[in-house]
């Protein structure tokens, strides 16, 4: 699946997608939206947010 299909997917851009992959802040207006889009991220392909995030704390959302 691509970043597009899944930005699609998710109602998200693909810049968003590409920012959540390379756990950078940008293209998110807060950092609370940004974890949401990660966690529905997550659950679309099907990991549990555990595996991907450990504490919120060691994700860059600033």
């Known amino acids: 699946m691509s970043t597009l299909d899944i930005a699609h997917e998710l109602c998200l851009t693909e ?23 990660v966690k529905k991220y997550a659950k679309a392909l ?10 919120t704390d060691d994700m860059s959302l600033n």
């Open 15 to 37: 810049r968003q997608i590409i920012s959540i992959e390379e756990n950078k802040p940008h293209h998110f207006p807060s950092p609370t939206l940004k974890l949401v889009c």
């Open 46 to 55: 099907d990991l549990k947010i555990s595996d991907v995030i450990l504490h």
